[in-house]
């Protein structure tokens, strides 16, 4: 079993950046990939942005492309989203998720979930 537990949202106003953390604890190995979706109010949660662990490679939702960056850590176990350029639409909760499928964009895919961290952007 992983826990994930995400930290660093907040209010912002538009233009704004922030950074995301999320930490992996328990079973966690080389081969588990975290990744980011996030749900806005009213809407259903989307995919944001994820790794390839086999090669690093990144993947992000058209929404986000070339605002967000995916980074990571391995010696801590951390991911971080950082989020540039925000606007009032990347408003809503934003989740780190964990699974062993590569480069995966589906929720059902993900088999560990953090609590969520909100992130809201003032314009």
């Known amino acids: 079993q992983v826990q994930l537990i995400e930290s660093g949202g907040g209010l912002v106003q538009a233009g704004d950046s922030l950074r995301l953390s999320c930490v992996a604890s328990?079973?966690?190995?080389?081969?588990?990939?975290m990744g980011w979706f996030r749900q806005a109010p009213g809407k259903e949660r989307e995919f944001v942005a994820t790794?390839?662990?086999?090669?690093?490679?990144?993947y992000y939702a058209d929404s986000v492309q070339g605002r967000f960056t995916i980074s990571r850590d391995t010696a801590k176990n951390t991911v971080y989203l950082q989020m540039n350029s925000l606007k009032p639409e990347d408003t809503a909760v934003y989740y780190c998720?964990?699974?062993?499928?590569?480069?995966?964009?589906?929720?059902?895919?993900?088999?560990?979930w953090g609590q969520g961290t909100q992130v809201t952007v003032s314009s």
């Open positions: 328990g079973r966690t190995t080389s081969r588990y990939t």
């Open positions: 790794f390839a662990w086999t090669d690093d490679s990144t």
């Open positions: 998720a964990g699974t062993r499928v590569v480069a995966s964009r589906k929720q059902y895919e993900y088999d560990s």
